[in-house]
C-alpha cells in the first residue's frame, strides 16, 4: 500500500475532500436542508470522495491529479482495472495493446508480483478504502446512513481485494504502523458480519432513481443485498463451504425489491442497449442499476471508466445502431480490447457469426446482447503473438456507447455521459437461477429457470423450462460480457486454474488454450508492499 496518495495522512487526506469540493455529478448523498452547517458541507465532501475514487482517477477528473502514484491516472481507473483482471484473463475478452507494461500478462495468464496493473488496482483498493476509514474516522457519529453508505463502500472494497488477491493487509482505522494480514476466510466473516451488521439495517430503503432523482449514485439496502449474494455465491471459493441457501435468499431480496429488469425498448434501440447508452441515467434504464457508477462528460470524467469500455474496444469504424451510425459517439478510438472467438461461440454456438456490423448482430444471433461488430473482422485472434496485437483479429465489442435515446448529443465529445452499472438487477436473477441450480444437483427447478427466462425474454432469445450449470456459465458470459464478473464466474465453475476441461483460445499463451496451476487463482500480493509490510506473505506459488 506504500504508493497511495494522502495514505493515513488525516491532514493531507482533508486537503483532497474538504479543500478541493468534489463535481456535482458525485453528490450523491441526500442533503438535510436542516443541517447547512460547515460540519455538513466537510461531511459530504468527504464521503463523495469514498464515492469518487470509483468514477475518476483524482479530484481533477480524467486530466487532474491521480489518488495513486506510480502508474498513469487513466490507467489506474478502478473500472479499468476491474475489466483488465476480470475479463482479459479469460475467455471473453483479448488486447491488441503489446506495447502497454502487464497487458501481455493478462492476455496469457503470466501475470507475477511485479505486475504494473495489478499493483495499480491493489493500491486504488486501498486508497478508497483508507478514504472510508478517514470519514469514518471523522464522521462516523455524524449521520448513521451515511456512515453505513461509507462503511458499504470500505466493504466493496474489501470484496474485489477478497476475491482477487484473497489474503491482504487488514486494517478499519488510519494508523501509521502496518496493517495486519488477514486470511481470506477470515475476511469473508468479516465482510458477512459488517454486512448484516452495520450497512445493511442503516441504509436507505431499495428505490430506484435517475439523474434528476436527490441521491443517484448513492447506495441503498438492496446494494449490501446484492454484495452480500455475491459473497455467499462464492463462499465455497473463498471458504472451502457453500451457502447457495443463502446466495439465494439475498438474491431474492434484490428481486422482489423495486429494482426490476429494464424492458422498454425505445426506437430502434433494444432495452439491453439503453443499459450502456449516453442517457442511461434518464431514459428509464435505471431502474435495474442498483449501483450507478457516474460519468457526465462535463463535469465527471474519466479515461479509465465508461470511456475506457467504449474507446479501449473500438477504432470508431465500428457500425453500432444502423448502417450509417458509426464508432461511440465520442472523439475516441483506441482499438485494443476485442472478443476472444469463444465469446462470438456463446451466441453462434455452430461457428457461424456473420462478418456484419453491430446493428444487425442481434438479429442474426436472435439475442439483443449481441452487441458486436464483425464487418470486416476475423473472428479469430491470429496464431501468433503478432497476430493478437492487430486489433481487427477478433470481434469488436460495441456494448457501451455515448449514443443517446432521443438522439441529442454528448456534453462533451471527448468523454461519455454514459454511467456503469456496478451492480444491476439482472445480477440477481442469475445469482438465484445458479444457486438454485447447484440445490437441485446441478440442474435448475421451474423457480430457478424462471429467472433467467426473464434475462432471456429480454433479450428477445428463446427460453428453457431447465438449464445445466453448464448453460448458466455461458448465460452469465451472454449477459456480464466485459462488465467485470467473469474471472470470479469461472473460478467458481471450476473452469480457470487447475486440470479443468475447459480451455479457450491464448489460454495460458496457447492458441489452442492450455490448463495452467491453481495458484492463478488469486494475484499475488504486489511485492512492494510484501517489502513493504512484514506482516504480508506471499499467496502461495508466486515467488
Known sequence: MNNIKYIFSAAAFMLSVGLTSCT????????????????NTKAESALNKCYATIAMAGNGGANGDSDVDGIDGGTSGYIRQLFNTQELTTDEA????GGDEGILNFNF??????????KGFYSRLYAGITYCNQYL???????????AEARFLRALNYYYLLDEFGNVPFTTAISSSNPARIERADLYKWLVDELKTNVEPKLGEPQPKTSATAGYGSVDKAAAWMLLARLYLNAEVYTGTADWANAKLYAKKVIDSPYKLYTTKKGQWSAYQQLFMGDNGESGASVEAIFPILQDGKTTTSYGTTLYLMAGSNDNSEHIKDATTKGNNTTAGWAGN????DLVQKFFPNNDAPNIGAYAMPAAADDDRALFDGDGRNVDNGNNETDVKVFTNGFAVCKFTNFKTDGSAGHNSSFPDTDFFLMRAAEAYLIYAEADARMNGGTTTTDGAQYINDVRRRAHATTHTAYSLRQICDEWSREFYFEGLRRTTLIRFGYFGGNVNYNWSWKGGVKSGRNFDTHLN????PSSDLTANENLVQNQGYN
Open 338 to 341: 476485442r472478443m476472444r472467438p
Open 109 to 118: 495468464n503470466t501475470y507475477d508480483a511485479s505486475h504494473p496493473m495489478l
Open 137 to 147: 474516522a471523522d464522521y462516523g457519529d455524524y449521520n448513521e446512513k451515511m456512515s
Open 24 to 39: 456535482s455529478d458525485l453528490d450523491v448523498n441526500p442533503i438535510d436542508p436542516n443541517l447547512k452547517t460547515k460540519v
Open 522 to 525: 488469486l494475484f499475488p500480493i
Open 94 to 97: 483479448i488486447c491488441a495493446w
